[in-house]
């Protein structure tokens, strides 16, 4: 057992992300907080900073510090390797996730009837920048998935005049494609609501894109050889 809970040590040791992430989100918790103890009905528009900064704390990235020789000793540990990349993982979204939990507390706390926070959209939401950037930046730089990501999103809204704002629609095979994609590229436009089984089929495509990436990732990481940079 004390072999099994290594790879948590080390990444609280070892930082995932700068510390700056978990103090910017800290500092927006409490905005967000704020914002909701005034308003309870702005507690979607608080979770939205929450979302954005959780596509760069989640693109955390492992190849690069790993070639770098930061992760020496734990991938010389006897660990299996598909277990120190979920706790990698874990250790990355750790500060968005209890943000997240944090601000539905306190909506809950002024109206327990209607907590927007924790309706199947905003979950959606989270789970999609919690797990796709992560899958994305693995072999990549640090904060690469969220760029590309702010990216995709830009292309989106001025190149190809998607309006992101729009309410998702599954009428039609386009519609649903579109809103699909909408939901893909800007997953905030479905916080805080509470969509039917058939509105789910609009985050389905992107939730299955992000639990593929992440089994890729993870697949990748457990085979990878990485030697060291100066080795090469």
Not at 85 to 114: C, F, K, Q, R, T
Not at 154 to 172: R, Y
Request: aromatic residues 10%.
């Amino acid at each position: 057992m004390a072999r099994s809970f290594s790879p948590l040590r080390f990444f609280r040791i070892v930082p995932t992300q700068p510390a700056l992430i978990s103090w910017t989100f800290a500092v927006v918790v409490v905005v967000g907080a704020a914002a909701i103890l005034r308003e309870p009905s702005r507690s979607a528009g608080a979770m939205v900073p929450i979302l954005l900064l959780q596509l760069f704390g989640a693109s955390s990235g492992l190849e690069v510090p790993a070639r770098r020789g930061h992760y020496d000793l734990l991938l010389t540990s006897g660990h299996r390797r598909t277990w120190m990349a979920l706790v990698h993982w874990a250790s990355s979204i750790a500060p968005g996730a209890a943000s997240w939990l944090v601000l539905a507390a306190v909506e809950a706390a002024m109206d327990y009837h209607n907590v927007r926070l924790l309706s199947f959209g905003t979950i959606a939401a989270m789970g999609l920048v919690s797990t796709l950037p992560w899958a994305i930046t693995v072999r990549l730089p640090r904060f690469s998935g969220g760029i590309g990501w702010l990216l995709a999103l830009a292309i989106s809204t001025s190149v190809l005049s998607f309006d992101v704002a729009a309410n998702p629609s599954i009428d039609g095979l386009a519609e649903w494609l579109w809103s699909a994609w909408g939901f893909l590229v800007y997953p905030a436009g479905l916080v805080g609501r509470e969509l039917s089984l058939h509105q789910g089929l609009i985050a389905a495509p992107g939730l299955a894109i992000a639990a593929g990436a992440m089994v890729a990732a993870c697949r990748w990481v457990s085979r990878a050889s990485l030697p060291l940079e100066a080795a090469q």
